[in-house]
């Protein structure tokens, strides 16, 4: 199956400042990525999908970037509703895999 | 606007077995595939299986093949996952998640439904 590796596994950091989240791939998916925050309590919510392209709703600060083996997430300045864990997939290929996640805390 | 709904918490005692099911509204079923992904408390997110009702086979997660079911009744518009000879571990978030194609990212979630394995 193919693993997923984010980092950091917490990011801790001020509203306002510029967030990037990596997920690396054990083999390459092409731009078969997606990633997810999830808000504690909450349901997860689609953010990106196919490495780049904002889901409908999803604020211009959220990017997505990658293809291959290595991805990454930024946020342009962070709100301070953006503080959640943030997940990657993948849809390459059976069976989908998730990374473990990145925690975005408040400094 | 597609919503889906889900079942509500349940309480197993190990060995038994739990049916959780996902009512979707608000898009045409057996036009877009269900999957079904769990999360233990505290932990990461979790893939299980998925399908589209009425076209072909569902794909499961290895580790739950044998003991996981997923199936829907197409007149009710709602998926069901059944699984067997719980135990403590599969203490969890199970959620349902629309795929819009079944090849793509997951864009419309259920509000989750917790599972309590206790004896």
């Known amino acids: 199956e193919i693993v997923l590796t984010q980092s950091p596994a917490t990011l801790s950091l001020s509203p306002g400042e510029r967030a990037t989240l990596s997920c690396r791939v054990s083999q390459t998916i092409s731009r078969y990525l997606a990633w997810y925050q999830q808000k504690p309590g909450q349901a997860p919510r689609l953010l990106i999908s196919?490495?780049?392209n904002r889901a409908s709703g999803i604020p211009a600060r959220f990017s997505g970037s990658g293809s291959g083996t290595d991805f990454t997430l930024t946020i342009s300045s962070l709100e301070p509703e953006d503080f959640a864990v943030y997940y990657c997939?993948?849809?390459?290929?059976?069976?989908?895999?998730f990374g473990q996640g990145t925690r975005l805390d408040i400094k | 606007q597609v919503r889906l709904l889900q079942s509500g918490a349940e309480v197993k005692k190990p060995g038994s077995s739990v049916k959780v099911s996902c009512k979707a509204s608000?898009?045409?079923?057996?036009?877009?595939?269900f999957n079904w992904v769990r999360q233990a408390p505290g932990q990461g997110l979790e893939w299980l299986g998925g399908?589209?009702?009425?076209?072909?086979?569902?794909n499961y997660a290895q580790s739950f093949q044998d003991r996981l079911t997923i199936d829907a009744d197409e007149s009710s518009h709602t998926a069901f996952l059944e699984l067997r000879s719980l135990t403590f571990d599969d203490t969890a978030m199970y959620y349902c998640a629309r795929d819009p194609t079944g090849q793509d990212p997951f864009d419309i979630w259920g509000q989750g439904t917790f599972l309590t394995v206790s004896s």
């Open positions: 399908f589209i009702p009425g076209f072909g086979p569902v």
């Open positions: 997939q993948q849809r390459a290929d059976w069976p989908i895999t």
């Open positions: 608000g898009a045409t079923f057996g036009t877009f595939a």
């Open positions: 196919n490495a780049s």
